[in-house]
């Protein structure tokens, strides 16, 4: 077995274990490997393992990787900071985006979204814990906002993406999550499906207050392959 395989089934068995532990199927739980400065061959080991979604951030190098994985039938979802040039190519190549956190850019995202295409899967980012540095909207503008892009044709809003600041016990995760959570429930928008938060050091806190998408890196894959981050 590859490295990535035991990886794989590792991760797969802690998801099942958080579930179980929340009294919620295992199937309510879709793991996303994110894959950013991971080469091509890792991603291979990771779809032979049966992972299927993988998550990039940066959008130089998940085209490049969609050009030479073109063979495997592999669903993108992008995660990373959005600068408006970088929306067409975004709307072209990817099934998700999660980062969506102003109207300016889900508009554009609907605007080139090709029409022989589904629409656009989108989750709106909420910066939960306030960290100037992060990228998201606040909690705030989140019920506008949201209601904005459910309007937008060629999107389609699935929920709210967070990256909370990094906490190491699992119940101030668990406030922090709790609060997303509480916060989509409040969203003016019918038919929300998915809250994509978890990552490596907190999935279990993510999955025990609703988590549906986790999305996993380092616990995949081990360290990231250059410092770009
Ligand atoms: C890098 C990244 C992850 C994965 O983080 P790990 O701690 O390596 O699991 C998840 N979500 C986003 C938005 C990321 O940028």
Not at 31 to 44: E, F, N
Not at 133 to 143: L, Q
Request: hydrophobic letters at 40%.
């Amino acid at each position: 077995m590859s490295m990535i395989a035991e990886k794989t089934a590792q991760v797969l068995g802690e998801i099942a274990q958080a579930c179980a532990r929340a009294g919620r199927p295992t199937e309510a739980v879709t793991l996303l490997a994110v894959s950013k400065t991971q080469p091509v061959q890792a991603i291979r080991e990771a779809h032979a393992a049966g992972l299927t979604r993988f998550g990039e951030n940066y959008l130089q190098e998940a085209l490049e990787k969609m050009s030479a994985l073109q063979d495997l039938p592999l669903e993108w979802h992008f995660i990373g900071p959005i600068q408006s040039n970088k929306t067409r190519d975004i709307a072209q190549h990817f099934h998700w985006v999660h980062s969506v956190d102003r109207l300016k850019i889900a508009t554009r995202l609907s605007e080139q979204r090709p029409d022989q295409l589904p629409p656009l899967n989108v989750c709106l980012q909420v910066n939960i814990s306030g960290e100037a540095s992060k990228s998201g909207c606040t909690p705030e503008e989140a019920p506008a906002l949201a209601q904005a892009i459910a309007k937008l044709p060629r999107l389609r809003l699935r929920g709210l993406m967070a990256i909370p600041e990094p906490e190491q016990d699992l119940r101030a995760q668990r406030a922090i999550f709790a609060q997303v959570r509480e916060l989509q429930q409040r969203l003016p928008v019918d038919g929300l499906d998915t809250l994509s938060m978890g990552m490596s050091s907190d999935l279990e806190a993510a999955i025990a207050e609703g988590a549906t998408l986790v999305r996993i890196g380092t616990a995949l894959f081990g360290a990231r392959q250059n410092t770009k981050e």
